[in-house]
């Protein structure tokens, strides 16, 4: 592999599952455990989702995602860019998994919703169209671009016998509680910290 390929950043990975479940969580050298008090009834209950991520080669990456509490595992996963962006496409690429990691957030709740209110459904699926910009700056000679997400299209397909206003229900009050769906179509804080060697800058 080239230094390109493989610069001296990249960590050492041997090719393998782009998914696997550890048995152990990842270290943290700056994230804390936050304490959360237990939510009263009525309260909504607050957790976080703590990654890790490294890379492995020019575009290669991987990660560990951390269990958010008992009864969650620890996985490690591996994302890859396409090779016009210089990876080698083994694994999804980023925007895949966000786009994938809404859908799959979604379907969650219709799942949850489904196992209470028992509708009868002989089929449902998701289809997800996100649609990204880029102004594709030159990466080769450090030349970075800017992006946006231009919209998330959202298609809920069912096949069922019940009645349309129930159909829709189930739509709406899943999009509502979906947290992914969410942190899309509402300001989200943001923000990013720079360590440079051990000290905040």
């Not at 493989?6 to 943290?28: C, E, H, M, Q, R």
């Not at 909504?44 to 989702?49: G, T, V």
């Not at 080769?140 to 069922?160: L, N, P, Y």
Request: aromatic content about 6%; charged content about 25%; overall charge neutral.
């Amino acid at each position: 592999m080239t230094d390109i390929l493989k610069p001296k950043w990249a960590v050492k990975y041997d090719s393998g599952p782009i998914v696997t479940k550890l048995s152990t969580g990842p270290k943290f050298e700056v994230l804390q455990d936050v304490v959360r008090a237990k939510p009263r009834p009525g309260e909504p209950l607050r957790f976080d989702i703590k990654v890790v991520a490294e890379p492995t080669s020019f575009q290669g990456k991987r990660a560990i995602v951390a269990s958010p509490g008992p009864g969650w595992g620890n996985f490690e996963i591996r994302c890859d860019e396409g090779t016009p962006l210089g990876g080698d496409d083994s694994a999804p690429a980023p925007l895949g998994y966000l786009t994938a990691g809404v859908v799959f957030c979604l379907m969650t709740h219709i799942s949850g919703y489904l196992r209470v209110k028992k509708l009868n459904l002989d089929r449902i699926k998701v289809e997800v169209r996100a649609n990204f910009m880029t102004t594709m700056g030159n990466l080769a000679t450090g030349g970075q671009a800017s992006g946006a997400c231009e919209g998330f299209e959202t298609h809920v397909i069912v096949d069922s016998s019940e009645p349309p206003e129930r159909v829709k229900e189930l739509v709406e009050v899943c999009e509502e509680a979906c947290m992914a769906m969410q942190a899309l179509v509402n300001s989200v804080p943001a923000t990013t910290k720079i360590i440079l060697n051990g000290r905040a800058i």
